[in-house]
Structure formats: structure tokens, C-alpha cells
């Protein structure tokens, strides 16, 4: 599966990882998305500021830490684990992909769905072609070492 762009995990970094690996290639930076985020909070302060600075919701939100900086995250998208924390890409048949989303929500975990058109990427066309069939499930980042202890 070395055609599928696969960006793993690095430090707490999950949007990124995340975009990335959706878009299939090296297109954001942790400063391109805390430049981002920045951008979102200043709209939204703006935004708040239109029902009055002086507005009891004002002061509080100006209180509260920004939610557009968020360290954690999980990202699967049609029949591939694209988990950042995994050694590589993990094919998902149709049947077990919706079980495995069941499973996230019913832990908690946030499910992002992404519509629109997206840029071609070589990996799409491949599995337009040809059938993909995985020889061996990856394992999560440092796996193996912690089997070793």
C-alpha cells in the first residue's frame, strides 16, 4: 500500500496527521494550523463582541481557552484507517467499516465526515482499477517494543 500517502503520528499533532492523510500529501503544518485556529479565534471573538463587550457571554468567552486548538484526534475515512498512531494504513471492508464506526462512537471518539470534492490522488485510482487486499494488519506505533518489555 505504498501508493497510499500514510503520515504517522508525531507528537499530538492529530489535525494535521489527519488533513494529510485525507488529502494525500504534505499539506499542513502545525504553524499553518495554529495560524488557522488563530484566525478562528479572533472571528469568533469579533462575532461575540456584536452582541455587546460589555454582555456577561462576552466577558465569560473571553475567559474561556480557545476551542480551535484541540490535541487529540482519530480520523478514518471510507475503507481505510488512516489512525496516526498506527505503523501504516488499515484497510476496512464496507461490512466492518460500519461496525468499527459504531465501536468509536460508543467510546467517545469524534467522527469527522468530509464531503466535497477532493483533490485526485494516485491511491484513489488505483483502487479504481484494482482490488486491494492487505497481507498484514498494522500495529500501533511502539507496539511491538512494549511487547518486548
Same mark, same amino acid.
Given at each position: 500500500?505504498?501508493? /497510499?500517502?500514510?503520515?504517522? =503520528?508525531? +507528537?499530538? $499533532?492529530?489535525? *494535521?496527521?489527519?488533513?494529510?492523510?485525507?488529502?494525500?500529501?504534505?499539506?499542513?503544518?502545525?504553524?499553518? $494550523?495554529?495560524?488557522?485556529?488563530?484566525?478562528?479565534?479572533?472571528?469568533?471573538?469579533?462575532?461575540?463582541?456584536?452582541? +455587546? /463587550?460589555?454582555?456577561?457571554?462576552?466577558?465569560?468567552?473571553? *475567559?474561556?481557552? &480557545? @476551542?480551535? $486548538?484541540?490535541?487529540?484526534?482519530?480520523?478514518?475515512?471510507?475503507?481505510?484507517?488512516?489512525? &496516526?498512531? $498506527?505503523? +501504516?494504513?488499515?484497510?476496512?471492508?464496507?461490512?466492518?467499516?460500519?461496525?468499527?464506526? !459504531?465501536?468509536?462512537? #460508543? %467510546?467517545?471518539?469524534?467522527?469527522?465526515?468530509?464531503?466535497?470534492?477532493?483533490? %485526485?490522488?494516485? !491511491?484513489? *485510482?488505483?483502487? @479504481?482499477?484494482?482490488?486491494? #487486499? *492487505? =497481507? #498484514?494488519?498494522?500495529?500501533?506505533?511502539?507496539?511491538?517494543?512494549?511487547?518486548?518489555?
Amino acid at each position: 500500500m505504498e501508493s /497510499i500517502f500514510h503520515e504517522k =503520528q508525531e +507528537g499530538s $499533532l492529530c489535525a *494535521q496527521h489527519c488533513l494529510n492523510n485525507l488529502l494525500q500529501g504534505e499539506y499542513f503544518t502545525p504553524v499553518d $494550523l495554529s495560524s488557522i485556529a488563530h484566525q478562528l479565534d479572533e472571528e469568533e471573538r469579533m462575532r461575540m463582541a456584536e452582541g +455587546g /463587550i460589555a454582555s456577561v457571554e462576552y466577558r465569560t468567552f473571553l *475567559q474561556q481557552p &480557545s @476551542g480551535n $486548538l484541540d490535541d487529540s484526534g482519530f480520523f478514518s475515512i471510507q475503507w481505510f484507517n488512516l489512525n &496516526s498512531l $498506527l505503523t +501504516g494504513p488499515e484497510l476496512i471492508s464496507d461490512t466492518y467499516l460500519a461496525l468499527f464506526l !459504531a465501536q468509536l462512537q #460508543q %467510546e467517545g471518539y469524534s467522527i469527522f465526515v468530509i464531503r466535497g470534492n477532493l483533490p %485526485e490522488c494516485e !491511491a484513489e *485510482q488505483i483502487l @479504481g482499477i484494482m482490488r486491494v #487486499q *492487505q =497481507q #498484514q494488519r498494522p500495529r500501533l506505533i511502539g507496539e511491538d517494543e512494549a511487547r518486548n518489555i
